[in-house]
Structure formats: structure tokens, C-alpha cells
């Protein structure tokens, strides 16, 4: 009986263990999914500029012909 009791606690702490362990990888995935999101929102503004800064530039020639 005791035997079963001993695996039962190894086990235990391992599944303790192991709950640590993702809970520290949820974190970093949580960490990168933030920049990413970031990321992701500084890239739109900058093609969302580049937009306007062509549609500004294709403008040029018709004022240049006036």
C-alpha cells in the first residue's frame, strides 16, 4: 500500500510540476502575442501612410501640369 501511496505523490509532483511549466510558456506565448499584435499595428499605420503618401504623389504631375 505504501508503494502506491509514494507513486501517487511522484506523481502529484509531477503533474505540479508540469503545471509550472506551462503556466510559464502561457506567459511567454501571451508576451510574444503582445509584440506581435504591436507589431502587426505598426506595420498597418506604415502601409496606411505609404497610402497616403502615394496617393499625395500621384497628384504631383496633374498640379505640375497646371
Known amino acids: 500500500m505504501k508503494a502506491i501511496e509514494e507513486k ?3 506523481e502529484v509532483k509531477i503533474i505540479e510540476e508540469l503545471k ?3 503556466q510559464k510558456k502561457l506567459v511567454i ?3 510574444k502575442n503582445k509584440a506581435l499584435i504591436d507589431h ?3 506595420a498597418n499605420e506604415g502601409e496606411k501612410k505609404l497610402l497616403e503618401l502615394q ?5 504631383i504631375p496633374e ?4
Open 63 to 66: 498640379l505640375e501640369i497646371r
Open 55 to 59: 496617393q499625395e504623389d500621384s497628384k
Open 8 to 10: 501517487a505523490v511522484k
Open 40 to 42: 502587426q499595428r505598426k
Open 29 to 31: 506565448i501571451k508576451e
Open 20 to 22: 509550472k511549466q506551462l
